[in-house]
């Protein structure tokens, strides 16, 4: 084993064995493994826990200790992480949002209700449809 994949996010932070992320300098605490595949598992375990962090996985040699040697250009500096992670250096300040004019309430004019149209009666029938036992070849049988 000469070399093991150890996880790193967008803030230049590692992640430990207990899952919690750290600037990297201590590599004994570090999470590490030789198996590609675990790291992937890991990486998507820490990634559910937290969707927005962009996680990837480092190829690190070992030490003659067995300990991941992290790369200088892989660690952050102490100044990035000591403000606040989610914001990354040299970002613009965000501006006051503004409401866009689409999304104004506007007053629709009133417009008169039209008049219901007139609508005439249904005709009656000419002929009403016969009622039970009013056939006319039972009354004229019986007559």
Same mark, same amino acid.
């Given at each position: 084993?000469?070399?093991?994949?150890?996880?790193?996010?967008?803030?230049?932070?590692?992640?430990?064995?207990?899952?919690?992320?750290?600037?990297?300098?201590?590599?004994?605490?570090?999470?590490?493994?030789?198996?590609?595949?675990?790291?992937?598992?890991?990486?998507?375990?820490?990634?559910?826990?937290?969707?927005?962090?962009?996680?990837?996985?480092?190829?690190? %040699? !070992?030490?003659?200790?067995?300990? =991941?040697? *992290? +790369?200088? @250009?892989?660690?952050? #500096?102490?100044?990035?992480? &000591?403000?606040?992670?989610?914001?990354?250096?040299?970002?613009?300040?965000?501006?006051?949002?503004?409401?866009?004019? %689409? !999304?104004?309430?506007?007053?629709? =004019?009133? *417009? +008169?209700? @039209?008049?219901?149209? #007139?609508?005439?009666?249904? &005709?009656?029938?000419?002929?009403?449809?016969?009622?039970?036992?009013?056939?006319?070849?039972?009354?004229?049988?019986?007559?």
């Amino acid at each position: 084993m000469s070399h093991v994949y150890v996880l790193t996010n967008q803030h230049q932070q590692f992640l430990s064995k207990s899952g919690e992320w750290l600037e990297g300098r201590e590599p004994n605490k570090l999470f590490r493994s030789e198996h590609k595949d675990v790291a992937i598992n890991q990486m998507f375990e820490a990634n559910t826990r937290d969707v927005s962090l962009r996680i990837e996985l480092l190829q690190c %040699e !070992l030490n003659n200790k067995g300990q =991941p040697l *992290v +790369p200088e @250009e892989s660690l952050a #500096e102490n100044s990035t992480l &000591q403000g606040d992670p989610e914001i990354e250096p040299a970002a613009p300040e965000e501006m006051p949002a503004q409401e866009p004019p %689409e !999304l104004e309430p506007q007053v629709e =004019p009133e *417009v +008169p209700a @039209e008049p219901a149209p #007139e609508v005439a009666p249904d &005709q009656a029938p000419a002929e009403t449809p016969a009622q039970p036992g009013e056939n006319k070849s039972e009354s004229e049988s019986a007559a």
